[in-house]
């Protein structure tokens, strides 16, 4: 009789502030910096009370679509420029994710516009590492709606307490809490919480290993 194979616990992973080590990106700073003051006001208006962030993060608005109403002049090298220069990938992840992605189901599980998430996964090459991608941008749902937690766990095909998930909000981690996953937060901004806290790759190798024992 054919043995069945042991389901591998799933991980899913935040972009910004895990992967990432810039919690919260760097694009609205990146934008002041990239136009003239006598623009400021009119920027201001567009990410606060046009929300233009906000919906190419749910899917609203392509990254063209998105940085054309901001009115760059070519937004598909403001978008390379951008995510290449002003964005910082932890070189740990990489180590950890080499060591680890066999053992676990890496999902990506993140707010973002869907085309910067793909470039970043080509830029840094990893698609390797992981099983799925559900982002915001694609799904039209985000952290920390309890709706993205339940569209993982059907989209994935398996229960909520089979997911550890590891974010750098304590809002998210709340939020995936309720929905029944076990959780972490990756600590970038000395945040209170009374959960499980890693500050590094390393120190979140010890833990699921800890756990798994």
């Not at 006598?38 to 608005?61: I, P, Q, V, Y």
């Not at 909520?160 to 750098?168: F, S, T, Y």
């Amino acid at each position: 009789m054919e043995k069945k194979a042991l389901k591998k616990p799933i991980l899913l992973l935040d972009m910004y502030g895990v992967i990432i080590e810039e919690s919260k990106g760097y694009f609205i700073p990146y934008t002041f910096e990239h136009f003239d003051t006598t623009e400021h006001s009119r920027l201001t208006r567009a990410f606060r009370d046009d929300a233009l962030f906000t919906k190419a993060g749910n899917g609203e608005l392509s990254s063209d679509e998105f940085l054309s109403l901001l009115e760059y002049p070519n937004p598909a090298e403001t978008m390379e420029d951008y995510l290449t220069n002003y964005l910082t990938l932890d070189e740990e992840f990489l180590r950890f994710a080499e060591d680890n992605y066999k053992q676990y189901d890496f999902v990506l599980l993140s707010n973002d516009v869907k085309e910067w998430s793909r470039y970043l996964f080509e830029l840094h090459g990893l698609q390797k590492y992981f099983k799925e991608c559900i982002v915001s941008g694609a799904v039209h749902m985000r952290k920390p709606e309890n709706r993205i937690f339940t569209h993982a766990v059907n989209h994935l095909n398996c229960k909520p307490h089979e997911c550890i998930l590891v974010d750098n909000s304590v809002q998210n981690l709340k939020a995936a809490q309720k929905a029944g996953m076990e959780t972490i937060l990756f600590q970038r901004d000395n945040d209170a919480y009374s959960g499980n806290i890693v500050n590094n790759f390393q120190e979140l190798e010890y833990f699921l290993k800890i756990h798994d024992s």
